[in-house]
Structures are given as structure tokens and as C-alpha cells.
């Protein structure tokens, strides 16, 4: 080979290993690119997920409360006060609702520990019942307006839901006042400002309860009247 012929070689083979580094650069290039845009693509689809309330277990026959990981969940024996607000169901049910009554259960047993008696007074109201309660009121309050910051209307009031219970009512209102105070633990929150022995599981075990309503006028829907 001649020294022109070696020279044309090397600048080929020179060449050529420049458009492989290029070609090799390009492809690290885009792969990188293909990372970052699946990278933000997951980013987008599922972002961070706040950590999971713990679970409080309540033991029926303790009457101890546990607090568990959402993973384990409660042991047989136990059961759960739930991670939410209570809301009730579509259809209008016949007892109060299992989960109020093991977070009043359990906070009625933390409250004994205390020398403090908490008792429902009054739970879940049959539609009917709640009609009887809201007329009487009316009746006796002069107006539908004035009945109903006292006693709702069947449609409304969660005492027919099984979302709702009276307690202590209407003894002596001090017991009442420690669960205003730490009823939030069990997910249980006074609603009303003029009614201190009325409470509903407004909130997850845990959180704190929203401001306090005046009354119960407050939980009329703004679109309907109080004469339904
Ligand atoms: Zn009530």
C-alpha cells in the first residue's frame, strides 16, 4: 500500500468512527430524553400518595383501642373506627351505623377510665319518628324556621341516616363537654352550637372537628325549604 492510499484509509476509517461517536452520542441523547419524558409521564400519572391514617382497632371485649397499620387490619375481635368521614348510605337504613357506634363504644370506654358516664341518649330515628319529633317541634317552636334549628326534618337530620346520636341528653351536659374535647380522636364532633349532646363522625379518627354551627338551620340545603 502506497503512503496516499494509507492516508485515504485512515481518513476513512477516521471518519467513520466520527459518525459512529455521533450516531452512538444521538442514541444516548434520545434514550435519555425517552427516560425523562416516561420519568414525567409516571410523575404525572401517580403522584405521591399521602402516607395511610393509621387504623384504630376498638376490642369488643377489652374495650381496648389498638392502633393498627392499614396493612394488618384489625384482628378478629376487633373492629375498625374507620379512616373518614362517616357519610351515609343511598338507602335509608334501619339501625345506626356500625362504625359511629364502635368510635362512640370507644371513646365511651377511654371516657369510664376517666370516672366520665357517656351514654346514647338517642341514635338512629325512624323517618317517622323524626316527622313526629320535627311537628311536635314546630309546634311548639311557632314556626318551621325556628322547629328546625332544633329538630330537622326527616329528609335532612342524619338521625334517620344513622349518622347522628344524642348523647347524655338531657342530663347533666359536663360529661358531654369531654367528649367536645376529645371526641376528634374517634372521630366524633359536636355539630351544633345550641346543642351540646349532639355529635356525628364528621371527620377521620385523628383529625380535627370544622367549626361549630350555630345551629341546625346550617345543615338545610340552601336550595330547600324548610317546609319540606
Ligand atoms: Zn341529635
Same mark, same amino acid.
Not at 192 to 197: A, H, K, L, P, T
Not at 201 to 206: R, S
Given at each position: 500500500m502506497n503512503k496516499s492510499k494509507l492516508d485515504l484509509s485512515i481518513l476513512i476509517s477516521t471518519y467513520c468512527l466520527v459518525l459512529i461517536t455521533i450516531a452512538g452520542l444521538m442514541n444516548i441523547s434520545t434514550s435519555s430524553t425517552h427516560v425523562r419524558r416516561y420519568v414525567q409521564k409516571i410523575e404525572k400519572v401517580a403522584p405521591p400518595q399521602p402516607e395511610p391514617m393509621p387504623l384504630l382497632c376498638f376490642n369488643l371485649t377489652t374495650k381496648e383501642l389498638r392502633t393498627s397499620d392499614v396493612v394488618s387490619m384489625c384482628a378478629d375481635g376487633e373492629e375498625s373506627l374507620g379512616t373518614t368521614e362517616i357519610v351515609h348510605l343511598e338507602v335509608p337504613p334501619t339501625s345506626l351505623n356500625r362504625t359511629l357506634e364502635i368510635r362512640f363504644l370507644a371513646a365511651q370506654a377511654e371516657a369510664l377510665k376517666l370516672g366520665i358516664s357517656l351514654q346514647i341518649t338517642s341514635g338512629f330515628r325512624s323517618r317517622d319518628l323524626q316527622a313526629q319529633l320535627h311537628a311536635n317541634a314546630v309546634r311548639k317552636y311557632g314556626s318551621e324556621e325556628e322547629a328546625s334549628k332544633w329538630v330537622l326534618p326527616r329528609e335532612v337530620s342524619h338521625h334517620p341516616w344513622g349518622t347522628a346520636i344524642d348523647i347524655n341528653y338531657p342530663g347533666d351536659p359536663v360529661a358531654d363537654k369531654w367528649l367536645e374535647e376529645n371526641g376528634n380522636l374517634f372521630g366524633l364532633c359536636r355539630v351544633?352550637?345550641?346543642? #351540646? #349532646?349532639h355529635f356525628e363522625?364528621?371527620?377521620?379518627?385523628?383529625e380535627s372537628c370544622p367549626p361549630m354551627l350555630s345551629n341546625a338551620l346550617g345543615s338545610l340545603p340552601s336550595d330547600e325549604s324548610v317546609n319540606n
Open positions: 351544633y352550637e345550641n346543642e #351540646w #349532646w363522625p364528621t371527620i377521620a379518627p385523628g
